[in-house]
């Protein structure tokens, strides 16, 4: 069964519980910052932090007011970062979230370029222990939010949702929590009357939704984002190492995991 997360921003309180639960989970370092005059921190997500609050300063008939934007993978249902992979290190699941081969993941960065998010990140095969990574090292690799995996089968939620003292943060089937984030904006509209369901359909639909209470903009996030046209990947541009591994059968060519739908070059070898 599909799953999905639902982050209900009415009830965010920016404690960043769920960043610090990321990271102690995935044994993932901290990163060193600087005072920019803001308490958001760190400014932006990287292979070491793969959740975080954002927060967001608008004005509202006259008065201030700041909106906390959970940015983490929206774990699409038709991705962008899965269409770009030229490698098809990124495939679906069938609980709903983008896993990522770090085996078969060269480094390239196209799903860094393209996701309409800005999520995934290059960085060391060995930011964490948790992962390992044993063809060719040391090299790049894409990093992003794959929920807990090991926590869903041991039917735990992700660490996140668990550490939330808000329930800002919710996790279950994804018909499910459809329903609740619905319920829940009828609750809320009387306070926040600009309140909407973000994810629902916008990508064949997120499996990470969002209850918000102003508009999308106001919150950070694309208003309509979509597959696009992307320029081919030159396979001249394969690291010698995977051509190798190729070649003696180390890794297939295609992943028994994946399907050539899923992929906007579902051919390409570097043989």
Not at 138 to 158: F, M, N, S, T
Not at 232 to 246: G, L, R, V
């Amino acid at each position: 069964m599909e799953k999905a997360m639902l982050f209900d921003s009415s009830k965010c309180i920016a404690c960043r519980a769920c960043q610090s639960a990321c990271k102690q989970w995935w044994e993932l370092p901290s990163t060193k910052t600087t005072n920019r005059g803001n308490i958001e921190n760190p400014p932006e997500l990287g292979p070491e932090t793969w959740n975080k609050i954002n927060f967001h300063e608008f004005e509202n008939n006259g008065t201030l007011k700041w909106q906390f934007t959970r940015q983490a993978c929206m774990q699409c249902t038709t991705a962008v970062c899965v269409w770009v992979c030229p490698t098809y290190a990124l495939v679906y699941s069938e609980n709903g979230h983008i896993d990522v081969n770090y085996e078969r993941c060269i480094g390239c960065g196209r799903c860094v370029e393209f996701c309409p998010f800005e999520i995934p990140k290059l960085g060391s095969f060995n930011v964490t222990p948790r992962i390992s990574v044993n063809t060719f090292t040391p090299r790049l690799i894409a990093y992003k939010c794959i929920w807990c995996q090991d926590r869903l089968k041991a039917g735990l939620v992700p660490a996140c949702v668990k550490t939330c003292p808000t329930e800002a943060l919710q996790f279950g089937e994804r018909s499910e929590i459809v329903e609740l984030a619905k319920i829940r904006i009828a609750f809320i509209q009387g306070k926040y009357p600009n309140a909407n369901l973000y994810g629902e359909d916008i990508l064949g639909g997120l499996h990470v939704l969002y209850v918000l209470t102003e508009s999308p903009r106001d919150h950070g996030l694309p208003l309509a984002p979509e597959i696009v046209e992307y320029p081919p990947f030159d396979p001249s541009n394969y690291p010698d190492w995977y051509f190798d591994a190729i070649k003696e059968g180390e890794l297939s060519i295609f992943p028994n995991n994946a399907k050539r739908e899923w992929y906007m070059e579902p051919d390409l070898t570097p043989l």
